[in-house]
């Protein structure tokens, strides 16, 4: 099973950071592409590229520009697992989905894709998503709520980066750097 994420909303200016923050994590944690809405950002994208060319994987990134029409026309392809401090808790979630649901979904041939918000959220979102999750029910960042609910659904030691130029060995003091 895939994991997908939708990043919604980008803004040019308030999120480049945020936005490429992000994508880093759902590569790091394995996931295979981002879908972002808003505004197009080749700027965001190219930042992407060079990490993965040096660091390796198959992560990749698209732009939709009609997030609704992608939703209409791709919902029952995915889980979607919507990212919101008024959800119910994350790990009670991860919990069923690793001991449960995923074996389901895999059955029926679905992915997951994980949704979050920039700017506000419309109330439809909290509505056609599978499961509205929380990372604590306190506003924070969606970096941070990515990360966390990652971790808690992939081993990231597992995860592959093929194609790697570089590499890191993991050191308990200083920094050692490995060319491929
Ligand atoms: C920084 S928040 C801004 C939310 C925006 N002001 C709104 O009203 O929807 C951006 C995104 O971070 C994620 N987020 C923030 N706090 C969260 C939490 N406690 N649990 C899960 N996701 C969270 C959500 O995906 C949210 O849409």
Known sequence: MKIYIFRFGHR????????????LVSRA??????????QEDPSFENSVKEVQED???????????DWEKFFNINKDKYYIVHLTMYGTAFDDFAKNFNKTFKKGLQKQKKDL??????QKV??????????NVCVTNQPHSEVCALGVLLNALVDYRTVKFSGAKIKVKPNLKGKTIVKN
């Open 122 to 131: 419309p109330t439809a979102v909290y509505h056609f998503a599978n499961a």
């Open 29 to 38: 944690f394995g996931a295979c592409k981002m879908f972002y809405s808003g």
């Open 12 to 23: 040019l200016e308030r999120d480049k950071r945020i936005t490429t923050h992000c994508a």
């Open 113 to 118: 894709l994980i949704f979050v918000g920039s």
């Open 55 to 65: 660091w390796g994987g198959n992560f990749t990134i698209e732009y939709i520009p």
